[in-house]
Protein backbone atom coordinates (compact mmCIF):
# COMPACT_ATOMS: atom_id res chain seq x y z
CA UNK A 1 0.00 0.00 0.00
CA UNK A 2 1.31 3.41 -0.77
CA UNK A 3 0.41 6.94 0.10
CA UNK A 4 -0.12 9.54 -2.49
CA UNK A 5 3.26 11.27 -2.87
CA UNK A 6 4.48 13.67 -5.48
CA UNK A 7 5.91 13.06 -8.28
CA UNK A 8 6.68 9.17 -8.65
CA UNK A 9 7.17 9.67 -12.44
CA UNK A 10 10.00 6.36 -12.58
CA UNK A 11 8.91 2.95 -13.94
CA UNK A 12 10.34 1.23 -10.32
CA UNK A 13 8.50 3.42 -8.40
CA UNK A 14 4.61 3.29 -10.28
CA UNK A 15 5.71 -0.58 -10.31
CA UNK A 16 5.97 -0.37 -6.24
CA UNK A 17 2.92 1.91 -6.05
CA UNK A 18 1.18 -1.04 -8.02
CA UNK A 19 2.29 -3.26 -6.27
CA UNK A 20 1.59 -1.68 -2.80
CA UNK A 21 -2.22 -1.11 -4.40
CA UNK A 22 -2.11 -4.78 -4.78
CA UNK A 23 -1.22 -5.10 -1.47
CA UNK A 24 -3.78 -3.32 0.34
CA UNK A 25 -6.58 -4.53 -2.03
CA UNK A 26 -5.07 -8.30 -1.73
CA UNK A 27 -4.04 -8.53 2.31
CA UNK A 28 -0.88 -10.11 0.83
CA UNK A 29 -2.42 -12.90 -0.25
CA UNK A 30 -4.01 -13.32 3.62
CA UNK A 31 -7.80 -13.54 4.34
CA UNK A 32 -9.18 -10.73 6.81
CA UNK A 33 -8.61 -11.72 10.41
CA UNK A 34 -11.65 -13.82 11.77
CA UNK A 35 -13.36 -11.69 14.31
CA UNK A 36 -12.39 -11.06 17.73
CA UNK A 37 -8.88 -12.22 16.41
CA UNK A 38 -6.12 -9.43 16.84
CA UNK A 39 -5.87 -6.98 14.16
CA UNK A 40 -3.56 -7.96 11.20
CA UNK A 41 -0.79 -5.93 11.03
CA UNK A 42 -0.25 -2.51 9.18
CA UNK A 43 3.42 -0.82 8.91
CA UNK A 44 4.54 2.39 7.39
CA UNK A 45 7.68 2.79 5.86
CA UNK A 46 8.43 6.83 5.46
CA UNK A 47 11.62 7.30 3.09
CA UNK A 48 13.45 11.32 2.74
CA UNK A 49 14.85 10.45 -0.77
CA UNK A 50 12.35 7.93 -2.62
CA UNK A 51 13.89 9.00 -6.53
CA UNK A 52 16.95 7.21 -4.99
CA UNK A 53 17.94 3.22 -5.85
CA UNK A 54 18.83 3.14 -1.61
CA UNK A 55 15.55 4.03 -0.66
CA UNK A 56 14.01 2.19 -3.44
CA UNK A 57 15.84 -0.96 -2.54
CA UNK A 58 15.00 -0.68 1.69
CA UNK A 59 11.74 -0.41 0.47
CA UNK A 60 11.90 -3.64 -1.63
CA UNK A 61 13.52 -5.35 1.88
CA UNK A 62 10.84 -4.18 3.49
CA UNK A 63 7.78 -5.51 0.68
CA UNK A 64 10.07 -8.92 1.11
CA UNK A 65 9.23 -8.63 4.82
CA UNK A 66 5.83 -8.14 4.87
CA UNK A 67 5.47 -10.94 2.68
CA UNK A 68 7.51 -13.26 4.80
CA UNK A 69 5.33 -12.43 8.07
CA UNK A 70 2.09 -11.57 6.25
CA UNK A 71 2.17 -7.79 6.96
CA UNK A 72 1.01 -4.63 5.20
CA UNK A 73 3.37 -2.45 4.35
CA UNK A 74 2.42 1.27 3.42
CA UNK A 75 5.07 2.99 1.80
CA UNK A 76 5.54 7.01 1.36
CA UNK A 77 8.55 9.18 0.70
CA UNK A 78 9.31 13.18 0.39
CA UNK A 79 12.15 15.21 1.15
CA UNK A 80 9.92 17.46 3.32
CA UNK A 81 9.39 17.97 7.00
CA UNK A 82 5.78 18.67 6.80
CA UNK A 83 5.33 15.91 4.67
CA UNK A 84 6.65 13.92 7.12
CA UNK A 85 4.35 14.95 9.88
CA UNK A 86 1.35 14.26 7.48
CA UNK A 87 2.67 10.80 7.09
CA UNK A 88 1.74 9.92 10.22
CA UNK A 89 -1.59 11.19 10.52
CA UNK A 90 -2.08 9.34 7.31
CA UNK A 91 -0.36 5.97 9.11
CA UNK A 92 -3.12 5.69 11.37
CA UNK A 93 -5.81 6.77 9.86
CA UNK A 94 -5.06 3.48 7.42
CA UNK A 95 -5.03 1.44 10.61
CA UNK A 96 -1.07 1.64 11.01
CA UNK A 97 0.09 0.22 14.22
CA UNK A 98 3.76 1.56 13.60
CA UNK A 99 6.10 2.99 10.99
CA UNK A 100 9.96 3.07 10.10
CA UNK A 101 11.18 6.28 9.37
CA UNK A 102 14.04 8.00 7.56
CA UNK A 103 13.12 11.55 8.23
CA UNK A 104 14.11 14.19 5.99
CA UNK A 105 15.40 16.54 8.66
CA UNK A 106 16.65 14.79 11.94
CA UNK A 107 15.98 17.92 14.26
CA UNK A 108 12.46 16.80 13.34
CA UNK A 109 12.75 13.82 15.91
CA UNK A 110 11.41 15.06 19.22
CA UNK A 111 8.01 16.54 16.88
CA UNK A 112 7.88 13.16 14.81
CA UNK A 113 8.22 11.29 18.58
CA UNK A 114 5.35 13.35 20.06
CA UNK A 115 3.07 12.79 16.90
CA UNK A 116 3.77 9.23 16.91
CA UNK A 117 3.22 9.10 20.56
CA UNK A 118 -0.19 11.07 20.19
CA UNK A 119 -1.00 8.41 18.05
CA UNK A 120 -0.38 5.24 19.58
CA UNK A 121 1.94 4.46 16.88
CA UNK A 122 5.73 2.73 17.34
CA UNK A 123 8.64 3.85 15.88
CA UNK A 124 11.62 3.15 14.56
CA UNK A 125 14.12 4.99 12.58
CA UNK A 126 16.82 4.18 10.29
CA UNK A 127 19.57 5.88 8.67
CA UNK A 128 19.50 9.12 9.82
CA UNK A 129 19.24 9.32 13.49
CA UNK A 130 17.15 11.97 15.26
CA UNK A 131 18.28 14.66 16.97
CA UNK A 132 16.89 16.65 20.44
CA UNK A 133 16.50 20.61 20.55
CA UNK A 134 20.09 20.28 22.36
CA UNK A 135 21.34 19.08 18.78
CA UNK A 136 22.41 15.46 20.62
CA UNK A 137 21.20 11.93 18.90
CA UNK A 138 17.78 11.14 20.58
CA UNK A 139 19.33 8.07 21.89
CA UNK A 140 16.17 6.73 23.63
CA UNK A 141 14.38 5.98 19.79
CA UNK A 142 15.13 2.86 18.58
CA UNK A 143 17.69 3.58 15.53
CA UNK A 144 19.24 0.93 12.88
CA UNK A 145 22.25 3.04 10.98
CA UNK A 146 25.39 2.37 9.53
CA UNK A 147 28.61 2.47 11.63
CA UNK A 148 29.02 5.67 9.38
CA UNK A 149 32.85 6.83 11.58
CA UNK A 150 34.20 3.16 10.69
CA UNK A 151 32.92 3.25 6.94
CA UNK A 152 34.36 6.18 6.25
CA UNK A 153 37.55 5.55 7.31
CA UNK A 154 37.67 2.59 5.25
CA UNK A 155 36.97 4.55 2.35
CA UNK A 156 40.17 6.81 3.46
CA UNK A 157 42.35 3.92 3.81
CA UNK A 158 41.25 2.58 0.03
CA UNK A 159 41.51 6.18 -1.30
CA UNK A 160 45.30 6.43 0.09
CA UNK A 161 45.70 2.59 -1.04
CA UNK A 162 44.84 3.47 -4.82
CA UNK A 163 46.79 6.56 -4.68
CA UNK A 164 49.86 4.38 -4.06
CA UNK A 165 48.65 1.37 -6.25
CA UNK A 166 48.45 4.00 -9.31
CA UNK A 167 51.81 5.75 -8.30
CA UNK A 168 49.85 9.61 -8.08
CA UNK A 169 52.89 11.81 -7.05
CA UNK A 170 51.50 13.17 -3.32
CA UNK A 171 53.20 16.60 -4.30
CA UNK A 172 50.09 17.07 -7.12
CA UNK A 173 47.30 14.96 -5.13
CA UNK A 174 44.71 16.92 -3.10
CA UNK A 175 41.29 15.37 -1.05
CA UNK A 176 37.95 16.68 -2.30
CA UNK A 177 35.49 15.73 0.68
CA UNK A 178 31.86 16.24 -0.62
CA UNK A 179 30.22 17.01 2.65
CA UNK A 180 27.02 17.74 4.13
CA UNK A 181 27.32 18.52 7.79
CA UNK A 182 23.58 19.19 8.76
CA UNK A 183 23.54 15.33 8.77
CA UNK A 184 25.52 13.47 11.47
CA UNK A 185 25.69 10.17 9.80
CA UNK A 186 27.40 12.05 6.53
CA UNK A 187 29.73 13.70 8.67
CA UNK A 188 30.69 11.15 9.93
CA UNK A 189 31.61 9.55 6.77
CA UNK A 190 33.47 12.23 5.32
CA UNK A 191 35.12 13.12 8.79
CA UNK A 192 36.13 9.49 8.97
CA UNK A 193 37.77 9.16 5.59
CA UNK A 194 39.70 12.98 6.02
CA UNK A 195 41.25 11.78 8.74
CA UNK A 196 43.07 8.46 7.24
CA UNK A 197 43.74 10.54 4.27
CA UNK A 198 45.61 12.74 6.46
CA UNK A 199 47.27 9.94 8.64
CA UNK A 200 48.39 8.27 5.31
CA UNK A 201 50.58 11.37 5.18
CA UNK A 202 48.30 13.64 2.64
CA UNK A 203 48.97 16.93 4.34
CA UNK A 204 45.97 19.30 6.11
CA UNK A 205 46.27 22.10 3.60
CA UNK A 206 45.18 19.52 0.97
CA UNK A 207 42.24 18.10 2.38
CA UNK A 208 39.54 20.27 0.39
CA UNK A 209 35.86 20.36 1.47
CA UNK A 210 33.17 20.88 -1.18
CA UNK A 211 29.79 21.40 1.13
CA UNK A 212 27.03 20.61 -0.91
CA UNK A 213 23.85 22.53 -0.67
CA UNK A 214 21.71 19.69 -1.21
CA UNK A 215 22.31 15.91 -0.58
CA UNK A 216 22.50 14.54 -4.52
CA UNK A 217 24.10 14.72 -7.73
CA UNK A 218 23.64 18.06 -8.80
CA UNK A 219 24.29 19.34 -5.13
CA UNK A 220 27.74 17.80 -5.32
CA UNK A 221 28.61 18.92 -9.17
CA UNK A 222 27.79 22.12 -8.00
CA UNK A 223 30.03 22.21 -5.04
CA UNK A 224 33.29 20.12 -6.54
CA UNK A 225 32.82 22.47 -9.52
CA UNK A 226 33.56 25.56 -7.52
CA UNK A 227 36.13 23.52 -5.58
CA UNK A 228 38.10 23.08 -9.31
CA UNK A 229 37.80 26.52 -10.43
CA UNK A 230 39.37 27.92 -6.83
CA UNK A 231 41.70 24.93 -7.08
CA UNK A 232 42.90 25.06 -10.46
CA UNK A 233 46.78 23.13 -9.95
CA UNK A 234 45.72 19.83 -8.45
CA UNK A 235 46.52 16.75 -11.27
CA UNK A 236 45.26 14.37 -9.06
CA UNK A 237 42.00 14.35 -6.82
CA UNK A 238 41.13 11.36 -4.38
CA UNK A 239 37.25 12.20 -3.95
CA UNK A 240 35.57 10.68 -0.95
CA UNK A 241 31.39 11.88 0.09
CA UNK A 242 28.96 11.15 2.11
CA UNK A 243 27.49 8.63 -0.01
CA UNK A 244 27.33 7.55 -3.67
CA UNK A 245 25.51 10.53 -4.80
CA UNK A 246 27.98 13.08 -3.40
CA UNK A 247 31.19 11.17 -5.02
CA UNK A 248 29.53 10.91 -8.72
CA UNK A 249 28.29 14.53 -8.82
CA UNK A 250 32.35 14.74 -7.97
CA UNK A 251 33.45 12.72 -10.98
CA UNK A 252 30.99 14.54 -13.17
CA UNK A 253 32.52 18.16 -12.10
CA UNK A 254 36.05 16.34 -13.08
CA UNK A 255 35.14 15.00 -16.04
CA UNK A 256 34.00 18.70 -16.61
CA UNK A 257 37.02 20.26 -16.32
CA UNK A 258 38.55 17.24 -18.52
CA UNK A 259 40.41 15.10 -16.16
CA UNK A 260 41.23 11.79 -17.71
CA UNK A 261 39.78 8.87 -15.91
CA UNK A 262 42.94 7.04 -14.06
CA UNK A 263 43.95 10.59 -12.90
CA UNK A 264 41.69 10.75 -10.27
CA UNK A 265 39.76 8.14 -8.12
CA UNK A 266 36.49 8.30 -6.12
CA UNK A 267 35.16 5.70 -3.66
CA UNK A 268 31.20 5.85 -2.76
CA UNK A 269 29.18 5.00 -0.02
CA UNK A 270 25.53 2.92 -0.42
CA UNK A 271 26.99 0.67 -3.46
CA UNK A 272 23.04 1.20 -4.32
CA UNK A 273 23.16 4.49 -6.61
CA UNK A 274 26.39 3.65 -8.33
CA UNK A 275 25.71 0.26 -10.38
CA UNK A 276 24.71 2.41 -13.31
CA UNK A 277 28.26 3.96 -13.69
CA UNK A 278 30.01 0.45 -13.09
CA UNK A 279 28.33 -1.00 -15.49
CA UNK A 280 30.01 1.28 -17.81
CA UNK A 281 31.42 0.02 -20.39
CA UNK A 282 34.83 2.38 -20.31
CA UNK A 283 35.75 2.58 -16.53
CA UNK A 284 35.46 5.98 -15.39
CA UNK A 285 37.29 8.18 -12.28
CA UNK A 286 34.31 5.96 -10.08
CA UNK A 287 36.90 3.55 -8.56
CA UNK A 288 34.49 1.41 -6.26
CA UNK A 289 32.13 1.69 -3.03
CA UNK A 290 31.46 0.50 0.20
CA UNK A 291 27.97 -1.39 -0.53
CA UNK A 292 25.55 -1.04 2.32
CA UNK A 293 23.23 -3.64 3.49
CA UNK A 294 19.88 -2.81 1.97
CA UNK A 295 18.47 -5.41 3.25
CA UNK A 296 19.16 -4.80 6.99
CA UNK A 297 18.03 -1.53 6.35
CA UNK A 298 14.77 -2.61 5.03
CA UNK A 299 13.71 -6.16 5.86
CA UNK A 300 15.51 -6.10 9.58
CA UNK A 301 13.38 -2.67 10.77
CA UNK A 302 10.42 -3.87 9.18
CA UNK A 303 10.56 -6.94 10.53
CA UNK A 304 11.53 -5.74 14.23
CA UNK A 305 8.93 -3.35 14.13
CA UNK A 306 6.31 -6.16 13.37
CA UNK A 307 7.82 -8.56 16.41
CA UNK A 308 7.26 -5.50 18.78
CA UNK A 309 3.49 -4.88 17.35
CA UNK A 310 2.64 -8.36 17.32
CA UNK A 311 4.64 -9.96 19.89
CA UNK A 312 5.85 -7.20 22.26
CA UNK A 313 9.67 -7.72 21.57
CA UNK A 314 11.00 -4.42 21.76
CA UNK A 315 14.56 -4.03 19.65
CA UNK A 316 17.68 -3.15 20.76
CA UNK A 317 17.85 0.57 20.62
CA UNK A 318 20.72 0.95 18.65
CA UNK A 319 21.84 -1.44 15.59
CA UNK A 320 24.29 -0.53 13.09
CA UNK A 321 25.64 -2.18 10.15
CA UNK A 322 28.54 -2.89 7.96
CA UNK A 323 29.55 -2.62 4.64
CA UNK A 324 31.16 -4.69 1.56
CA UNK A 325 33.82 -2.66 -0.75
CA UNK A 326 32.79 -3.32 -4.25
CA UNK A 327 34.52 -2.16 -7.32
CA UNK A 328 34.10 -3.06 -11.39
CA UNK A 329 35.94 -6.49 -10.63
CA UNK A 330 33.30 -7.47 -7.70
CA UNK A 331 30.07 -5.71 -7.92
CA UNK A 332 27.85 -8.41 -9.79
CA UNK A 333 28.75 -10.92 -7.93
CA UNK A 334 28.51 -9.20 -4.98
CA UNK A 335 25.16 -7.60 -6.01
CA UNK A 336 24.03 -11.09 -6.30
CA UNK A 337 25.07 -12.22 -3.15
CA UNK A 338 22.88 -9.81 -1.22
CA UNK A 339 19.98 -10.64 -3.40
CA UNK A 340 20.22 -6.99 -5.50
CA UNK A 341 20.40 -7.89 -8.45
CA UNK A 342 19.65 -11.52 -10.34
C1 LIG B 1 21.73 8.46 4.70
C2 LIG B 1 22.08 8.77 3.25
C3 LIG B 1 21.66 7.62 2.34
C4 LIG B 1 22.27 6.32 2.86
C5 LIG B 1 21.83 6.09 4.29
C6 LIG B 1 22.46 4.82 4.85
O1 LIG B 1 20.35 8.48 4.87
O2 LIG B 1 21.44 9.96 2.84
O3 LIG B 1 22.08 7.86 1.02
O4 LIG B 1 23.67 6.42 2.81
O5 LIG B 1 22.23 7.20 5.11
O6 LIG B 1 22.10 4.63 6.20
Redo the contacts with the bound molecule.
Keep these: MMLPTPCFRRPVLRAALLLSLAGLLGGCGKSPAPAGSAPAVKIGFFV ?2 PE ?1 P ?2 QLEWKFAEQAARDHGFTLIKTGANDGEKALAAIDAFAAAGAQGFVI ?1 TPDTKLGPAIVNKAKAAGLKLLT ?3 QFLGADGQPLKNVHYL ?2 SARKIGETVGDLLAAEMKRRGFNPADTAVCAVTFDE ?1 A ?2 KERTDGATARLQAAGIPADRIFRAPMRT ?1 DIPGSLEAVSTLLTRQPGIKHWLVCG ?4 AVLGGIRALEGRNFAPESSVGIG ?2 GT ?1 CIVELEKAKPTSFHGSIL ?1 SAKD ?1 GYKTAEMLYRWIKDGVEPPLDTRTVGTFITRENFRQVLKEQGIRE
Design positions: KQEWFCVDDGILTAPTNDNINDLH
